[in-house]
């Protein structure tokens, strides 16, 4: 901490099915921790969660791009997150040489987050918006050179569990953290135009452009980061290497 360079890196798409992608990637965020930069790893996994539930015979519903999240499915939700996956994480950082740890962002009120309002009318259920983050656990996990590895689970004040947007969390954490940088590695090129080319650089006024024409799950990335570019955050790449950098100005 303090001088020290902080990557925040959000991890998802296929890349945490595809073995091979994922090794690749932690290599490279084992570079960045071994050449001396604080790493905090963010995470999601929503085809692990429709996995499971598809093996639970619990059906998939979404609304608005969200899943809607009963008590059936966010104990799936919980359990794969903060379970099988963070874990997964952090085993194979181990076999890379890391000491990393897991934790859920309803860890020491890591992510705070309040229920998301309906939408059209419909109930979302446990699912939340990030409020704010409180990173007291990761600074000293950090401190005492354990890389953080953060699952996509926030609490209310109250302590209630919510389904939270990974990208959300990821540049709520990245904002709190003062991060040097926030990079969202995932299973796509960058932001692509409307001719399906990869937009290498974009500033604050193009971002949002952009949000209003995109669909899908670029929608959230891009609103996360513009929440983290005008909240400080001075670099954020979405893609893998040659993806798209989005600056403040």
């Known amino acids: ?7 925040l890196i959000k991890l998802g798409g296929s890349l945490l099915d595809d073995a091979a992608r994922r090794d690749a990637a932690l290599k ?25 539930l598809a093996k639970l015979g619990i059906a998939k519903k979404t609304h608005a791009g969200l899943r809607v999240t009963d008590d059936a499915t966010l ?13 997964m994480l952090v085993g194979e ?53 354990v890389l953080p590895v953060v699952s996509s689970i926030a609490a209310t004040h109250g302590g209630a569990l919510l389904n939270v947007n990974a990208d959300a969390a990821a540049a709520a954490l990245a ?5 040097t940088s926030l990079r969202f590695l995932t299973d796509v090129a960058g932001v692509l135009d409307s001719r399906g080319a990869l937009v ?13 024409n ?10 996360a980061a513009l929440s983290a570019l005008t909240a400080g955050v001075t670099e954020i790449v979405i893609g893998e290497e040659g993806g798209t950098t989005l600056v403040a100005a």
Do not use: C
Request: no cysteine; aromatic share 2%.
């Open 93 to 145: 950082l181990a076999k890379l040489g890391v000491r990393a740890a897991g934790i859920s962002g309803a860890d020491g009120g890591t992510l705070l987050a309040t229920r998301h309002p309906t939408i059209d009318g419909v109930d979302l259920g446990h699912v939340g918006q990030v409020q704010s983050a409180n990173v007291t656990l990761v600074k000293a996990m950090l401190t005492y050179g």
């Open 1 to 7: 901490m303090g001088g020290t360079p902080l990557n």
């Open 175 to 179: 904002v709190a953290l003062r991060a």
């Open 214 to 223: 995109v669909t899908g799950g670029m929608k959230p990335k891009l609103q």
């Open 75 to 87: 104990d799936v939700v919980v359990s794969v997150l903060a379970g099988t996956v963070n874990k």
């Open 28 to 52: 490279e965020i084992v570079a960045s921790w071994n050449a001396g930069e604080d790493v905090v790893l963010v995470h999601g996994g929503g085809k692990h969660i429709d996995a499971q």
């Open 200 to 212: 290498p650089r974009l500033d604050v006024h193009d971002t949002r452009t952009f949000i209003d």
